[in-house]
């Protein structure tokens, strides 16, 4: 017997007890864990997840929606950016002082191309204080999953409070199981090898959240 079959039939076993017609939906599952540690304001919520996000190594930057086009700028020019990819769904008024020529998110855009691009903009589907993780669910505002994968410096803009959750139970709560899902805490690295931090292998080596809290104009 092979060990697949041996895993196969081990499965077989384990379900032996199951009607046929049940599904995974008709049974409940007792979820007996807190869904979020502590009792925190909104602000201080947020506060932090930009704590969390800053330990991660995250460059972590604060604004109100009227500063945001500012902010950015700066921070694009701050990095000598000149090209930035952009998502089909990002508001135009968040770039439209910039001066990087914009690269639009494009299903025939390869790897390489991609990699050329200095910076990607993006929005978020949610923020979870309690781990410094930023979702992408791949809404308008973030585009596909690759365009955040291969440049080399992100940044996000997060609304707060609206955005923040404090947990990750909070989180699944709030996100879509069918949309692909990235999650993000801090920059990619590794320590894989002789246990020497390396950043930028499976991501972006920079990234840059922006917390914007207020109603948009």
């Known amino acids: 017997m092979s060990s697949r079959e041996r895993v196969l039939a081990r499965v077989r076993r384990a379900l032996a007890d199951v009607p046929a017609g049940e ?3 008709d049974v409940r599952v007792e979820r007996g864990y807190l869904r979020v540690h502590g009792d925190r304001s909104a602000e201080e919520t947020v506060g932090l997840l930009a704590e969390n996000l800053a330990d991660y190594r995250a460059l972590v930057h604060r ?5 945001l086009p500012a902010l950015l700028v700066r921070l694009l020019a701050e990095r000598g950016s000149r090209t930035v990819l952009v998502p089909p769904g ?3 008024h968040w770039l439209a ?3 990087p020529v914009r690269v639009h998110d494009r299903e025939a ?3 390489h191309r991609l990699d050329a691009v200095d910076s ?11 781990t410094g993780t930023i979702v992408l669910d791949a809404g308008p505002d973030q585009g596909r999953r690759r365009i955040t994968l291969v440049p080399d410096h992100h940044i996000c803009v997060v609304r707060v409070p609206d955005q923040v959750v404090g947990s990750v139970p909070q989180a ?15 920059p990619s690295a590794t320590s894989d090898i002789e246990l020497d931090r390396v950043e930028g292998v499976h991501g972006p080596r920079t990234l840059e959240v922006v917390l914007v809290e207020g109603p948009d104009d």
Do not use: M, N, Y
């Open 120 to 130: 990607v903009v993006t929005g978020c589907a949610v923020a979870i204080a309690e």
């Open 109 to 111: 855009s390869t790897p």
């Open 90 to 92: 990002l508001p135009p």
């Open 23 to 25: 599904r995974p939906q």
């Open 172 to 186: 699944l709560e709030r996100l879509d199981p069918r949309r692909p899902l990235t999650w993000i805490s801090g």
């Open 97 to 99: 002082a910039a001066d």
């Open 63 to 67: 604004s109100d929606p009227a500063g």
